[in-house]
């Protein structure tokens, strides 16, 4: 009987835990021609297919036929190192905004990939998915002022993300 007991009432803490996260609200509109282009990595919550990147950027464009091709490339090591892509493709899962998308790389497996939140002048995105296992700070330069990354960083825990598990993404200097 103890160990039913143990048993639920962990299930119980799991459930609790995860219900005890907000929905992840996304921008109103997303116009998917001014999202076109590359954007930089400015930081992100590390994730394994990205270790030892560098000089991380995503470049996207239309697909003939629909959607959107996603190239994504890196330094590895240093800004130095071998370069490294990655092609997949990203699909619109909610047209009435444009907000939400999966993005694949891998043959039939699909992510969650949410703009949170969208500078007017799309110089500057942040992107999530709904767990808050993946976050993305990018943005149409190597780097972003001071008051702009302030900004985004005192949003992100009403949005249920830590600053403090970013990883800084080194950039080349373009001076």
């Keep these: 009987m103890k160990d039913w007991s143990a048993a639920l009432l962990m299930f119980s803490v799991a459930v609790a835990a995860v219900a005890k996260v907000p929905p992840l609200p996304?921008?109103?509109e997303v116009d998917l021609d001014r999202y076109l282009g590359t954007w930089f990595e400015i930081a992100s919550y590390p994730a394994w297919f990205a270790k030892n990147c560098t000089g991380v950027t995503a470049e996207y464009s239309l697909r003939e036929g629909g959607g959107i091709s996603v190239v994504n490339r890196c330094y590895k090591g240093a800004l130095d190192g071998k370069l490294k892509e990655a092609r997949g493709r990203a699909k619109v899962v909610d047209p009435e905004t444009n907000a939400k998308?999966?993005?694949?790389?891998f043959g039939p497996f699909?992510?969650?990939?949410?703009?949170?939140?969208l500078d007017p002048d799309y110089q500057w995105v942040v992107v999530g998915e709904p767990k808050r296992k993946y976050l993305w700070i990018l943005s149409r330069t190597p780097t972003l002022d001071k008051a702009t990354l302030d900004g985004?960083?005192?949003?992100?825990p009403e949005k249920g993300y830590s600053s403090d598990r970013l990883q800084w993404t080194p950039q080349p200097d373009t001076d």
Excluded: A, Q, T
């Excluded at 998308?101 to 790389?105: C, E, I, N």
């Excluded at 699909?110 to 939140?117: A, F, M, P, T």
């Design 26 to 28: 996304v921008v109103e």
């Design 101 to 105: 998308l999966k993005v694949s790389f």
């Design 110 to 117: 699909w992510g969650n990939y949410w703009i949170l939140e």
């Design 152 to 156: 985004i960083l005192s949003r992100l």
